[in-house]
């Protein structure tokens, strides 16, 4: 769709910003980042905003930065849908030879894209950022990424790399291997690991927010690492079929007991108390049980309507961009 520039020109890096009401720090971010990618002599650059549904006046704000800026363009989404879709869309939208995700509150700091791009100079195409220090989240946010990687590692196919958030570089043949896999629901932290190629890793530290509030409370959180599951690995449906076995073994040998304990003693009047307790634990999981296949029967559904990722409302900037097909 997007065709790489020439070779005779310097190579494009595309700068892929998904924004969801960040009106207060993007002024900030334009004073911070323009001049890295400026500084960049040997790339030419783009940065492609992609306003997810913000209602605090960001499209505004992004519009006038587009109409200043020619390298900026803007891709405004009808609505909100979320940071997977509109870095989607970002990743879609750019032409560059090489992609970086990259968020709008500053939380990584630019000084690390030329390293970036450093690294896919010397032959790297995907080339992860590494956070070495997370003092800058919360304690307990540490604590709980930690657990879901630990977690999600042991049971997926795949292994997302610990402590890398989606800010990296991408070259053009990754790309277009992401653009290949056609799921509605894009857990992107797990189709970058999935689409695999050359990697390499650069470390910073991660910065705190530089103006604006997290989008992503606790209950955003625990779905996403939710999605992150079900998207890679369909163990938590296998683990029924063992848990049911080992239940009708153990169920089995109860009763062998209880068939010889009668034979040798009688029968004295048996355990009311046992009954009960057995009765709610295996009530009690068959109904997790059936709440584990009900979220993969969601995502099921969800797919098979095969709805787009997400649905481009305007583009601003550049040339309008307004020809090329919509998605
Ligand atoms: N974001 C988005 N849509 C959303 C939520 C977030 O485009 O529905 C963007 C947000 O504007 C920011 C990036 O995703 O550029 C990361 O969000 P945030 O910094 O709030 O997440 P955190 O760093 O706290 O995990
Ligand atoms: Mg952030």
Known sequence: ?????????????SLVVPCYNEREVLPEFMQQVVPVLQGMSSMDYEVVFVNDGSRDG????????ARDHERIRVVDLSRNFGKEAAMTAGID???GDVVVPFDADLQDPPE???RLVAKWREGFDVVIARRVDRSSDTYLKRKSASLFYKFHNTISDIDLPENAGDFRLMSRDVVNALQRLTESRRFMK?????????????E????PRAAGKTKFSG???WNFALEGVTSFSTLPLRVWTYFGFVTAFVALSYAAFILIRTLIFGNPVPGYASIVTILLFLGGVQLVGIGVVGEYIGRIYIESKQRPVYLVQARYGADEGAERGEN
């Open 1 to 13: 769709m997007n065709q790489p520039v020439p070779h005779n020109k310097s190579p494009l890096l």
């Open 58 to 65: 960001t499209l505004e704000l992004l519009i006038g930065i």
């Open 93 to 95: 939208e750019a032409r």
């Open 112 to 114: 690390v894209i030329p």
């Open 190 to 202: 797990g189709l970058f690991a999935w689409v695999g190629f050359n990697t390499a890793v650069v």
């Open 204 to 207: 910073y530290t991660r910065r």
């Open 219 to 221: 209950w955003r959180l």
